[in-house]
């Protein structure tokens, strides 16, 4: 839901999300869109095994991830920082994948 409308996103689609107070913007490869929610809805919200929250402000889709160095993710030409309290989550959860 954003300025006053629903727009649907295709899961697919998103890159990530970036928390910022009390609202969030979901980036796609096309746009940008902010909606009135915060993180800890969206991260319910999402599968699991496909999205995964990697800092206090960030829901990555695991799929685009372009590079992993230390505690740094690369998407889309975008670092995204990897929070010391998910480190350890989403390591494991990469750890087999192919990325």
Do not use: W
Not at 50 to 76: G, N, T
């Amino acid at each position: 839901k954003t300025e006053h409308k629903i727009q649907k996103i295709q899961l697919d689609d998103i890159l990530y999300i970036e928390g910022l107070k009390d609202y969030i913007s979901i980036f796609t490869k096309s746009e940008r869109v902010i909606t009135l929610q915060n993180m800890k809805k969206m991260e319910e919200t999402l599968p699991k095994g496909e999205f995964i929250r990697v800092h206090k402000s960030y829901i990555i889709s695991l799929d685009k991830v372009e590079s992993i160095e230390r505690s740094r993710i690369a998407i889309a030409g975008k670092i995204i920082p990897i929070g010391d309290t998910y480190r350890d989550e989403f390591f494991k959860l990469i750890d087999g994948r192919n990325i």
